[in-house]
């Protein structure tokens, strides 16, 4: 079966981010080398990544998928089509009918289906539909003061490739922060949560195949270093056991018909409670943490979907670990909010599955630190000129 799968190719239509550096590296790590279309002007990473077989690079996402359908549609086997962005996703999503035939890509089974899920207040709705809680929401346009929710609460752009995405969510305690919140929220639809306070999060990464029939989540990862508004760069990974919480989300998937690798999110709160907050229809940033603890999704979506069934009898994978995004949690963590001193931090490093670095493809590491590096000082030139 490795040798039929090598008669495919893979493509990874992407941004520069270590994401989709993930799904390169994992299906490299099984010999498969890929074909990347990358919307990029100046890449730092992907681009020097050792398992890149051919790159495209592109100004704008409509000019990779016109590549895609140039050079890669009449091939002899179909090519497996991986993303990583909500932008991306949506728009093979939207050329669903194009590509159905020609593409082993994440999708809903017809046309619109993913970015109709895309949008929070729809996937919430099937989200209650099939048993789950979430915190009260309504949706408003920017400027409208909340006759639902009360405050304190959150803000959230209704969609996620629409507006200003995660620079859109604000912690507002009165009416007078929300109002001062509109000035900088560019969605055109505003999703105003009630804010509860966070414990954790929960969060499950898997793949589904068969129109949503068959869905495997081996592992959840729950936070050791986080924000009230957002998630953090250190985690830890256990085998996933929650059967009821299983089937909500297996019932959920099923429903949308998803084919392809997903992330689904919760919040726990002080009572440890779980409360929805979104499914991802694409590769999520912790999709190789799998991959480093036994489960490389890429590969194994891949292969099940030419089997049509799961087989899992050479994995050996591990009980318990961490990872972490190292120069995000260095800076956030280390130097600006002091949460952990440099020594510990470099103990946890060294003990963590991490992201950027990898002893096999070490370039895409050591120019995204030069990046990281020599941008602030080139911004303090340019402002002395």
């Not at 993913?114 to 009260?136: F, Q, R």
């Not at 059967?243 to 959920?252: H, L």
């Not at 036994?294 to 799961?310: D, F, Q, R, S």
Request: net charge negative.
């Amino acid at each position: 079966m490795e040798r039929e799968l090598l008669n495919h190719k893979f493509i990874v239509f992407c941004q520069d981010h270590y994401n989709p550096l993930g799904i390169i590296r994992s299906l490299g790590e099984k010999g498969i080398r890929t074909t990347v279309i990358l919307e990029s002007e100046h890449p730092v990473m992907i681009n020097h990544c050792r398992h890149v077989e051919k790159l495209h690079l592109v100004k704008t996402k409509e000019e990779g998928l016109q590549i895609l359908m140039n050079l890669y549609c009449d091939e002899p086997e179909k090519p497996f089509l991986y993303t990583a962005s909500d932008d991306i996703t949506s728009l093979l999503d939207l050329h669903y009918d194009e590509l159905i035939d020609k593409f082993y890509f994440f999708h809903g089974g017809e046309q619109g289906v993913v970015t109709h899920y895309m949008d929070k207040e729809n996937i919430c709705k099937l989200a209650v539909k099939h048993g789950c809680e979430i915190a009260k929401t309504e949706i408003v346009t920017p400027g409208t003061l909340p006759s639902v929710v009360s405050y304190p609460l959150m803000t959230k752009a209704i969609i996620s490739t629409l507006g200003g995405w995660k620079s859109d969510s604000f912690i507002c305690y009165n009416e007078q922060e929300l109002t001062e919140a509109y000035k900088h929220i560019r969605s055109p639809k505003v999703l105003l949560q009630e804010y509860i306070t966070k414990k954790n999060e929960l969060c499950l990464d898997g793949f589904c195949f068969n129109g949503g029939e068959e869905v495997y989540i081996p592992y959840y990862s729950n936070y050791l270093r986080f924000s009230n508004k957002s998630y953090g760069p250190y985690m830890v990974l256990k085998p996933f056991l929650d059967e009821k919480v299983m089937g909500q989300v297996k019932s959920i998937l099923k429903e949308v018909g998803f084919t392809g690798i997903f992330s689904v999110e919760f919040l726990i709160d002080k009572d440890d409670k779980l409360y929805f907050l979104e499914v991802n229809f694409r590769n999520s940033t912790w999709s190789y943490a799998y991959t480093c603890g036994g489960y490389n999704m890429p590969y194994l979506w891949a292969k099940a979907t030419v089997e049509g069934e799961l087989d899992l009898s050479n994995i050996d994978p591990l009980k318990e670990y961490t990872a972490m995004v190292e120069p995000d949690d260095f800076v956030e963590n280390v130097l600006k909010q002091k949460k952990v001193g440099v020594l510990e931090w470099i103990k946890e490093v060294r003990k963590a599955k991490c992201y950027y670095w990898n002893k096999a493809d070490q370039c895409p590491f050591w120019c995204y630190l030069w990046m990281r590096l020599w941008r602030p000082i080139k911004k303090k030139l340019q402002t002395k000129k």
